[in-house]
């Protein structure tokens, strides 16, 4: 299967960490499958705490393969931010998608899910299915 | 009329306000908030008024666009998609005429602020800017000066309720007291439009 089909991740927080580290997280369950493009956006440009609505259309940009982009956030100007750019209509790639998915979970299934070469449609079902994942 | 002019003159004198008040802004945002309100409208409107004299946009529409896109690449806080949103809307409902009436300016807004209702969920009553813009819109038909008066009681009147959206939700009952940021500076923001209009 060719890198070329497979749906780009955007991990959205507001902590670059946070971002970064789901992100490594959810490759690293992903395990030897194809490697899905996933970018982390998290913070401010600055590196503080916040959203940025630049790093997120960079992310999203860096992971376009033409297969879609699945965008997970975290809360608040997150979400709010990514609806905003895709309200804009130019400032995201093509088909880009917000998935409404708790931020973890959400991301590890999403990218698993998009391992496959599941498709942008799949790969939503599969975040948001994970708010159903009870853990008591 | 108004044209390209008064829009500039409306975002420059919001920005000067949100510079007086930025510091109130963000002490009203830390007992229910994360105390950012202030610095970041700063931030956001400061960028505004770089853009608007760099790029000197010629309509009211591309003005409020302009703006619009600046404070959601610029805040850093969900005030920024919010008043992106709020502004950007307005400008695009405005469409691309040279000048605009107030009854359009009046229209055009009320787009903008249904858009934010959309955005963020709220309704009047939430404890957010909506408490101060839907009263704003409301009396913006009889002038910009009756605007203003509603959304700065709009925004006193936010005091004694309780928060159902956003951060400042999450501390329950204890937001009861404490003024809204947001309906605060979305009445800094309708002061501008009377202050350009020379009310």
Redesign the interface.
């Known amino acids: 299967m060719s890198d070329e089909q497979l749906v780009g991740i955007v991990l959205v927080s507001h902590s670059a960490q946070v971002a970064a580290s789901v992100a490594e997280l959810a490759k690293g369950l992903a395990g030897g499958g194809p490697a899905v493009p996933v970018a982390p956006a998290g913070g401010?440009e600055g590196g503080?705490l916040?959203?940025?609505?630049?790093l997120i259309a960079a992310a999203a940009a860096s992971v376009d393969r033409g297969a879609g982009v699945a965008v997970l956030t975290d809360l608040?100007?997150a979400v709010?931010?990514v609806?905003?750019?895709l309200?804009?209509g130019d400032e995201l790639p093509e088909r880009t998608r917000l998935v409404d998915a708790p931020f973890v979970e959400g991301a590890v299934a999403a990218v698993v899910t998009a391992s496959t070469g599941a498709d942008l449609a799949a790969v939503e079902a599969a975040a948001t299915e994970a708010y159903t994942y009870r853990k008591v | 009329m108004l044209d390209a002019d008064f829009f500039r003159r409306w975002m420059t004198a919001t920005a000067a306000s949100v510079d007086r008040e930025a510091e109130r802004l963000t002490a009203l945002d830390s007992p229910i908030g994360d105390a950012d309100h202030g610095s970041n409208l700063q931030r956001g409107f400061t960028a505004v008024v770089a853009a608007l004299e760099k790029e000197a946009p010629a309509t009211p529409g591309a003005v409020l666009t302009l703006a619009g896109r600046q404070l959601i690449s610029t805040v850093g806080g969900a005030s920024g998609p919010l008043y992106g949103t709020l502004l950007r809307r307005t400008g695009k409902a405005l469409g691309d005429a040279d000048e605009v009436s107030a009854e359009q300016l009046a229209e055009a807004f009320r787009a903008g602020v249904d858009a934010v209702m959309t955005l963020g969920g709220a309704a009047p009553g939430d404890k957010t800017m909506i408490d101060a813009l839907v009263p704003a819109v409301d009396a913006l038909g009889d002038s910009f000066t009756a605007a203003r008066t509603a959304a700065e009681e709009g925004a006193v009147a936010t005091t004694p309720l309780q928060a159902r959206k956003g951060r400042a939700s999450y501390v329950g009952e204890r937001s009861i007291g404490h003024q809204d940021p947001g309906a605060t500076s979305s009445a800094l923001l309708i002061a501008g439009l009377a202050e350009a209009a020379g009310e």
């Not at chain 1, 916040?50 to 630049?54: K, N």
């Open positions: 401010t503080g916040g959203t940025s609505s630049e608040g100007s709010l931010t609806k905003a750019l309200a804009e």
